[in-house]
């Protein structure tokens, strides 16, 4: 098993790594029937952590914490890890889609519509000809009751599947996969949020120069301003001051 260092940011454990890391990583844990869930993990999701104890276990307990967020990439890179890369969402559905074709990896998906999943599912069948998705769940936007829960996680674990995507949103589909660990006869469990909408087409995705450029919260936000405006304009800038005073601090320690 390959050894992936992590760095300590405002308590969370975030896996110093890269797509094609994850990648390897995956395939190894699918190979031994592992069963791990990944939290790919943004600037607000640190926040969310940095405010609540619960969920920040969750996080240090998951198999990775992949820097999902530019802002995330660089504060390892200022950490020294010159050699992390961003592990999106987005691009590590479709990373594991291509590789799926040469190993067969199957597919099962979890959250979001039943219309947002069937479109999901047709654009990455005709991206990724041959690929297995072999099944989809959008359970109700209520809690769920005991009964329902022990269903679904027969029907996924009957299902045969190799990667299970989850796109509750942050922070439920961490506390979903953690609560699941062990209940779902699944190797891998990926929280992507958003992934399913960018995918599928129901939502519109940064251009890549927007996305280098760690603007991409900014083109968030002017396509969703009543959602997201409490977790940009209020949570990012305290969030850029709990970071410089944790890269001050340990830089201090260093010396």
Not at 157 to 186: F, N, R, T
Request: hydrophobic share 40%; proline share 5%.
């Amino acid at each position: 098993m390959k050894f992936i260092p992590k760095q300590e940011i405002l308590g969370v454990y975030v896996s110093v790594i890269n797509l094609s890391d994850a990648i390897f990583i995956f395939r190894q844990w699918i190979s031994d029937k592992k069963n791990k869930y990944v939290c790919v993990t943004p600037a607000h999701a640190l926040m969310d952590c940095h405010q609540d104890k619960r969920i920040r276990n969750v996080y240090n307990q998951a198999g990775l914490v992949t820097p999902d967020g530019m802002a995330v990439v660089w504060i390892l890179k200022l950490l020294g890890h010159k050699e992390v890369g961003r592990v999106y969402g987005p691009d590590l559905m479709n990373e594991l889609c291509r590789v799926s074709l040469e190993t067969g990896y199957k597919h099962f998906f979890y959250g979001n519509t039943v219309s947002v999943l069937s479109d999901l599912k047709e654009k990455l069948e005709e991206k990724f000809p041959g690929i297995q998705i072999i099944g989809s769940i959008a359970p109700p936007f209520r809690e769920l009751t005991d009964q329902e829960d022990e269903e679904i996680c027969k029907r996924i674990s009957a299902s045969g599947a190799d990667i299970l995507w989850v796109g509750l949103g942050s922070p439920k589909q961490e506390l979903w996969m953690y609560h699941h660990q062990g209940k779902i006869d699944v190797p891998v469990m990926i929280g992507v949020g958003a992934a399913f909408d960018f995918l599928s087409g129901n939502k519109s995705q940064a251009p890549r120069w927007i996305q280098r450029s760690g603007l991409e919260w900014f083109y968030r936000f002017l396509q969703e301003p009543k959602r997201l405006w409490k977790r940009y304009l209020l949570g990012y800038p305290r969030f850029v001051v709990l970071i410089m005073i944790e890269l001050f601090k340990k830089r201090i320690l260093k010396r």
